[in-house]
Nanobody, 125 residues
Framework: QVQLVESGGGLVQAGGSLRLSCAAS????????MGWFRQAPGKEREFVAV????????YYADSVKGRFTISRDNAKNTVYLQMNSLKSEDTAIYYC?????WGSGYYRVEEYDYWGQGTQVTVSS
């Protein structure tokens, strides 16, 4: 099983940038697709971005496309989420998630078996 620990969250002004990291341990990192999700107060957890095992394929939610970039470093067992041009509506707890499957359900919460504890991102307007 893989354990995931997110870091890099914080308070930032609208228009600013943050880079989130998610360090994995306890498993073969390159076997897992890695996703980022977020959950705002009173809302359901939603898909943000996903990267395949090699890092060569990525998908994004429409709400973050062009502003966020997901990447991974398999040598460091880490996945990143670079967030630029942040908006107040990006405020949420951000979670990384891992799963060994790769298919059309990559945006669904239930398609991931492993989750980190989350990191808070707050964007002030």
């Amino acid at each position: 099983q893989v354990q995931l620990v997110e870091s890099g969250g914080g308070l930032v002004q609208a228009g600013g940038s943050l880079r989130l990291s998610c360090a994995a341990s306890g498993g073969t990192f390159s076997r897992y697709r890695m996703g980022w999700f977020r959950q705002a107060p009173g809302k359901e957890r939603e898909f943000v971005a996903v990267v395949n095992r090699s890092g060569g394929t990525t998908y994004y939610a429409d709400s973050v496309k062009g502003r966020f970039t997901i990447s991974r470093d398999n040598a460091k067992n880490t996945v990143y989420l670079q967030m630029n041009s942040l908006k107040s509506e990006d405020t949420a707890i951000y979670y990384c998630a891992a799963d060994t499957r790769w298919g059309s359900g990559y945006y669904r919460v239930e398609e991931y078996d492993y989750w980190g504890q989350g990191t808070q991102v707050t964007v002030s307007s």
